[in-house]
């Protein structure tokens, strides 16, 4: 069975960075597109970055507003797995980080809804 396993989240001051890495087992996702996602209390899921993942090395991506310059999407083939950089952290950074996997790259790479499988978040603070 398709299982993601986000891990890295943590609680760091503004202006500093976090590492999340989203590890994916019990699936090939070759060709999968992956992204990441984020929810604070209150508010509704928000599209992140998003990754294609293919057997070749070029990959696209795809970023959302706010965190553009800041974050940067990657992933290592060969541990499956894929990492989201997070630099200059702001406070309104802080959520609930899920990494989601779909079985195709396409222009709905930002919609909640068309993933297939998710992960089980990993908490991310910043303070002030």
């Known amino acids: 069975q398709a299982q993601l396993v986000e891990s890295g989240g943590g609680l760091v001051q503004a202006g500093g960075s976090l590492r999340l890495s989203c590890a994916a087992s019990?699936?090939?996702?070759?060709?999968?597109?992956v992204g990441w996602f984020r929810q604070a209390p209150g508010k509704d899921r928000e599209f992140v970055a998003a990754?294609?993942?293919?057997?070749?090395?070029?990959?696209?991506?795809r970023y959302g507003e706010s965190v553009k310059g800041r974050f940067t999407i990657s992933r290592d083939n060969a541990k499956n797995t894929v990492y989201l950089q997070m630099n200059s952290l702001k406070p309104e950074d802080t959520a609930v980080y899920y990494c989601?996997?779909?079985?195709?790259?396409?222009?709905?790479?930002?919609?909640?809804?068309?993933?297939?499988?998710w992960g089980q978040g990993t908490q991310v603070t910043v303070s002030s």
């Open positions: 990754i294609s993942w293919s057997g070749s090395w070029s990959s696209s991506t």
């Open positions: 989601a996997a779909k079985g195709t790259w396409g222009p709905r790479v930002h919609t909640p809804g068309v993933y297939d499988y």
């Open positions: 019990g699936h090939t996702f070759s060709g999968y597109a």
